[in-house]
């Protein structure tokens, strides 16, 4: 079976960075993108970016360009997703996505992270 | 990239059906046929693909989840609703250049 298990809890100062990881199994890691999609508390889903795990090359939206750094470790199969200076306004649940290879039909989702930034 | 724009909700009686639009412009929606919509129960818990492609059902979910798209606009409908469709539905859509975006969501509550 596919799974995807992330990283736990973190809880950062306003300006500082934070990392979460996402771990994959069961299926051939390179074959399928993997997103980053964040939800605010009560807000909607909201992309963050993807990554090609072939040939480790990421995208993200204009509104995060320079802030968040996706990343691959293809000997252990896992994802990063690195965000520098924290605003309070990143505070919400990170999930990484499988991307089942139809151009965004995201099948299999990591059971999220929560990400608190507090002074 | 502007999120796409949903309804913030709709409603219906059990077995009735009910139509969720998606609207967005012609550098998403509108300029490929990549349409998704995902369902969450659950505020925490993670969405659910329940359709793909624009009308593409993945394995398991039922026959019950239609898409469609005219247009800007893509549309999810819930035909014979059932109590377990009440939840939180978003639509997603490529944008070109590898990007993707989301539309605002919107809740439907079976009455």
């Known amino acids: 079976q596919v799974h995807l298990v992330q990283s736990g809890a973190e809880v950062k100062k306003p300006g500082a960075s934070v990392k979460v990881s996402c771990k994959t199994s069961?299926?051939?890691?390179?074959?399928?993108?993997i997103h980053w999609v964040r939800q605010a508390p009560g807000q909607g889903l909201e992309w963050v970016g993807i990554i090609n795990p072939a040939d480790r090359r990421p995208t993200y939206p204009q509104n995060l360009q320079g802030r968040v750094t996706i990343t691959t470790d293809t000997s252990t199969s896992t994802v990063y997703m690195e965000m520098s200076s924290l605003r309070s306004e990143d505070t919400a649940v990170y999930y990484c996505v499988r991307d089942g290879g139809n151009w965004g039909d995201l099948d299999y989702w990591g059971q999220g992270t929560l990400v608190t930034v507090s002074s | 990239q502007s999120a796409l724009t949903q309804p913030p909700s709709a409603s219906g009686s059990p077995g009735q059906s009910v139509t969720i639009s998606c609207t967005g412009t012609?550098?998403?929606?509108?300029?490929?046929?990549?349409v998704s919509w995902y369902q969450q129960q659950h505020p925490g818990k993670a969405p659910k693909l329940v359709i793909?492609?624009?009308?593409k059902r993945p394995s398991g979910v039922p026959d019950r989840f239609s898409g469609s798209k005219s247009g800007n606009t893509a549309s999810l409908t819930v035909s014979g609703l059932q109590a377990e469709d009440e939840a939180d539905y978003y639509c997603n859509s490529y944008a070109g250049n590898r990007n993707y975006v989301f539309g605002t969501g919107t809740k439907v509550t079976v009455l």
């Open positions: 793909y492609d624009v009308s």
């Open positions: 012609s550098s998403d929606v509108g300029g490929y046929n990549y």
């Open positions: 069961g299926y051939t890691f390179t074959s399928h993108h």
